[in-house]
């Protein structure tokens, strides 16, 4: 079946500006999370959504970032007045609800999009 | 608090050599989750292996094997006779029961492999 999508790709904005990334997890999949990675370095976590509520948002690192997701499906980060540290790549990932599987531990696998690149000039 | 650790940041080795790849975690958990992603150059992280903290054996697969070690709480990644298309960076990750569903990762290892 199909693996998790993500728009755009690529995404050059200026900054001060507005960007909005969609996710698409793959069908099923009641979990969904964000990351980011910085050039060179590991992914952090951003937000996690489990159905359309955010249990954890913790990772998000200001007030700047938000995302929602409607219909356990799609998934928006919004990135408000950009800034050019904000110059990433952004994943998504999703995993099956828990109770959805037969093997423990099944759940907590987290399948990866092909992220979005950011550039904030 | 969760951390990951992988110490080597770059490893080069010529095909056909076995190579290992070190990853550390800390947690205050008894359940938890471990993972290796692959990262090749196209940038889509490519799951590997989830290993659960309550599993007793260890893992094979064809040319890929991983050693869990809770004594030293280590979960190292082996690629037997390595060829070019393993070249990527591979990452090490840790999910604690607790702490949701997050991922933690280490900062990757650059593998490359010379033909």
Do not use: M
């Not at chain 2, 094979?60 to 060829?83: D, E, L, M, P, V």
């Amino acid at each position: 079946g199909a693996g998790v999508s993500q728009s755009p790709s690529n995404k050059v904005t200026e900054k001060g500006k507005d960007v909005e990334l969609r996710c698409d997890p793959i069908s099923g999949h009641t979990a969904l999370y964000w990351y980011r990675q910085r050039l060179g370095q590991g992914l952090e976590f951003l937000i996690y959504f489990q159905g359309n509520s955010a249990p954890d948002k913790s990772g998000l690192p200001s007030d700047r970032f938000s995302a929602e997701r409607t219909g356990e499906s799609v998934s928006t980060l919004t990135i408000q007045r950009t800034q050019q540290e904000d110059s990433a790549v952004y994943l998504c990932a999703s995993s099956l609800a828990f109770w959805r599987t037969g093997r423990p531990g099944t759940g907590k696998t987290q399948y990866f999009g092909p992220g979005t690149r950011l550039l904030v000039l | 608090a969760q951390k990951v650790t992988q110490a080597q940041t770059e490893i080069s080795v010529v095909e056909k050599e076995d190579v290992t790849l070190d990853c550390v975690y800390e947690t205050r958990d008894t359940t938890y989750y471990l993972f290796w992603y692959k990262q090749p150059p196209s940038g889509e992280l490519v799951f590997l292996i989830r290993r659960n903290s309550f599993d007793e054996q260890n893992e094979i697969s064809g040319r890929y094997s991983w050693n869990f070690q809770k004594s030293t709480s280590s979960f190292n990644f082996t690629i037997t006779a390595s060829q070019v298309v393993d070249s990527a960076v591979y990452f090490c990750a840790l999910s604690q029961e607790t702490s949701g569903s997050r991922l933690t990762f280490g900062e990757g290892t650059q593998l490359t492999v010379n033909p």
